[in-house]
């Protein structure tokens, strides 16, 4: 069915230090969208309707508020129409504002619409899990051996974003990522992730070394991607088609950094080092030596999967 969107018509909206506030009297500048400052300073500005309706689907966040163009009845929208109903199933207030005020508050990022005020997702702890924990993980439920994704230090949002949704998308079980110097699970990532981030945990290890050597000893074949053009004596295969790559069972596929690729500590846990080849020499010859991170975690792990369910 339809709601009705009160129409909020205070003050200019801006986004301040400690949150976003509203301009009026100054006594209610810092306390008008959120009855607490401890909800205010923990909160995240999710824009987009992807990411607005993974997070209510979800009901991993606490949401606050719904905040949607005020002429969304004149403009008649399925995702919007789902949104308004799940706030409405939810009790979470629904405040209709014109598209200057959303493109304010999501910094003129592609809002579509609908910005929603909820609590932050953080990572979940990656536990160091015993043998036995670690057997029941490697098979997924159809019976196939479990592939995980392991990001040693993406910084960019956007590819974090990509990768996530790649993983959601080609079934992935885990996804683990270093939690030094990597990107945060902000709305910039739900908004790249088309959502995906809002689905599913997103895990962290403190040591991604100490993390894989475990897990190899747990019986997971750990295989690390490399950049052609880095001529890397370790690399053991390259994956020209599905046919001349051979996988042997649960499965961790483990990425580096946008710049520097994978670490030396890192690389060597794994047990092959595998990589994408370009074209012709012609590429190389341009200076265009290597795949965007989030491009090659896609091919990857499509061509991985498909070897794994080859196996069943």
Partial sequence: GMFRVPCHTGGRFWTGRNGISV???????????YTRKSRRAESDLLFGLQPCLGALRARRRTVYDVYLRSDYAQKPNSQLDTIVELAHQQSIPLKGTDMSRLNHLSEKRPHQGVILVASRLEFEHQDFLTREEQKQLQTTEDGTPSLWLVL??????????????????LGISRVIASRKNCAPL????????????????????????????????????????TCSSEGNAHVDEVINSTEEFALHGPTILVLGN???????SVANVCSRLITI?????IVAEIGLDSLNVSVAAGILIYTLKQKLLSMT
Avoid: T, Y
């Fill in 23 to 33: 301009n009026g009297p100054q006594h209610v500048l810092k306390q008008r969208l």
């Fill in 152 to 169: 040693d230090g993406i910084q960019d949002p956007m590819n974090f974003g990509a990768i996530l949704r790649s993983s959601q998308f």
């Fill in 186 to 225: 902000s709305p910039v990532v739900s908004k790249a992730s088309a959502g995906a981030m809002e689905a599913s945990p997103v895990f962290a290890a403190g040591s991604v070394v100490k993390f894989l050597q475990h897990s190899s000893l747990c019986g997971w074949e750990v295989l690390g991607s």
């Fill in 258 to 264: 946008e710049g520097r690729g994978l670490r030396p």
């Fill in 277 to 281: 080849p370009p074209s012709s020499a």
